[in-house]
């Protein structure tokens, strides 16, 4: 039982040492961010409101990656992504960013005229699935995140938030996400909406289709 015991408080000490660790290298990199905004073409309100969305170590060079994203009033730009790679030394190494500069002049708006669910018949009516009852909601995790049930479009549950959408016009439109593993193809849709006007914005597609035809 002693043995058991020193197992355990040496495993409860080691977690703890590795967690410190990881906040550390979590508290250089936003640091680092927020100390030099304009080496990246930002300034500091475009840096102030940002989320940590990953972070792991590379034991075989003890670098920590740390992933920051890029919000505005709590909302996140969509791919607006920017990684940050500590060193044991504390160094930081980064390459390129996502992140929107002048975001909060760019912004249409933080408040949707469309709700989340003719958010989502829109998008079943752009992938064709206009014909199929309309899901019902699932779990509403706040005005901004909530699931609807499968139903019979979906293979599995289909996740709907609030985010902003740059657009090459170098604007940044309120748009819901809204994510659908359709139930009769091979596809996986990600579709963000316009929050205004009902337009699709962006449309991506996670399934990749060969020659042949075939889904991978």
Known sequence: RLWLLAALGFAFA????????DSKARETALRFLRENPAR?????????????????????????????????????VYNGLFGLHVKPDGGVVHLAHRFVPGLAGKVNTT?????????LQLALNNIGLSDRAMPS???KIN???MVFQPGDVAKRDIPVSICLQPRRDGTVRLAW?????????SDSWNLRIDAQTGEILEKDNYTVYCKAGHAH
């Open 143 to 145: 005005g901004q995140n």
């Open 14 to 21: 080691a977690n703890s040492l590795m967690a410190q660790a």
């Open 111 to 119: 408040m949707p005229s469309l709700g989340a669910n003719q958010a």
């Open 137 to 139: 909601l699932k779990t």
């Open 177 to 185: 996400r809204i994510e659908i593993d359709q139930i009769n193809t």
């Open 40 to 76: 990246f073409g930002l300034s500091a309100a475009d840096v102030a409101d940002v989320r940590v969305t990953d972070e792991y170590l590379s034991k075989n060079n003890g670098v920590t990656h740390v992933w920051v994203q890029q919000q505005y009033q709590g909302i996140p």
